[in-house]
Structures are given as C-alpha cells and as structure tokens.
C-alpha cells in the first residue's frame, strides 16, 4: 500500500498554497508555512488507467477561496484525468473547506486534534473573544498557557474537511452501516440507522489544517 497517495499530497499541496501565515510583533525569526492531517490515509496504488477522479470541492466559510482550479490544474499535471461523471472515477475526492481565519497555535493544534467532523470552536479560531485566554488557560493548563504567551503569533489557519473514496479491488467486498443523529429543537432528536448490502467505494476521512 502506498502511504499518503499523491493526489492527497496534491490536495494539501494546493491548500498549504492558498493559505497564509501573518504575524504582528513576532518573536521568532522565520516564519513558517505548515499543512498537518488529523490522521494519515492509505490507498492502493493502481495503474494508469485507473488514475481517474471526479472532485467535489465546497467552502462553507465566509472567505472566498479560489482553491477549486488550483487543485484540478494539479491533478492533471500529475497524470490525473478528471471526470464530471462519479460512475467513471475510480478516485473521489470530496472536500469541505470549513474555517477561514485567525487563530493562534492552540487552537489550530484542537481544530486538528478533532479530525474530520469535529466540531470547531468559531471564538478560539477568530481570536477576537475576550474569554480567549480563559478558555485556553481551563483547557491547556496555567503553565501550558504561559509558555504560548511567551511567543506572540498570530496565524490564519483554514480547516478542511476531507473525504477520499477509491474503489474496492476485485475480490474485496465493502459493507456499509451508516448512524445519522440529527437534533431538532431543544428536546427532539432524530436517530436514523441506514444498513445496506455491498458498497461501491472504500471511504477515508481525515482532517486538514493550513497555517
């Protein structure tokens, strides 16, 4: 198996590009440039053949991100062939872009430490509560806390959600139990339990942070 397949390297590629680090009376003398995933993914490597991928890229922040081109422009100068149809890929790569903003290296380090799905603590990544430093302070500890204080960074850290699927080799068969909970109101949940037979796709999520 083939550890971190290239168009994940290309997606977080494109992502460490797009995203900027900034820094007002910093006090470390470089300035770095960091993309980190929640967990590593592995695919199987295939042929050329099978080097196709249809892509589904989504920003549900407030900034707008011309990622979309950049990625597929990539892709395809790896070798990649792109395909609107999700019925010919072999690859699918699904992508949500979450949080655009400032933030400092603890809450970028929790933003990663909840992987895919986790939820995002919207004061911590903006920086503009004033509660910021107690809740640092309650979750990381007094002496956690000072030693950040110590070095005053400021970064812009985009979180991206990101779903890979590949398709199953021959001989594999993939099942497929899916648990949906959904609130409504302050008192209702909804549980939805969905068991189906094979599954077309082998699926991977992991968590993607820029800063």
Known sequence: ???????????????????????????????????????????????????????????????????????????????????????????????????VGKSDARASDDALSGGFGGALLGSALSGNSPTAAKNATIVGGIVGFAVDAMVSDIYYTMVTDLQIRERPLAGEIVSQRQKTSVDQGSGTQLIQNISGGQAKWKTYRTRIVST
């Open 1 to 99: 198996m083939k550890k971190i397949a290239s168009l994940i390297v290309i997606l977080m590629i494109s992502m460490g590009l797009t995203s900027c680090a900034i820094t007002t009376m910093i006090k470390k003398s470089d300035l770095d440039t960091q993309t980190k995933m929640s967990s590593t993914l592995f695919l199987e490597p295939v042929s050329q053949d099978k080097r196709v991928v249809f892509i589904s890229i989504r920003n549900t922040s407030d900034k707008k991100l011309n990622i979309v081109t950049r990625i597929k422009n990539t892709l395809i100068a790896r070798g990649y062939v792109l395909t609107q149809n999700p019925d010919d890929a072999h690859f699918m790569l699904q992508a949500n872009v979450l949080k």
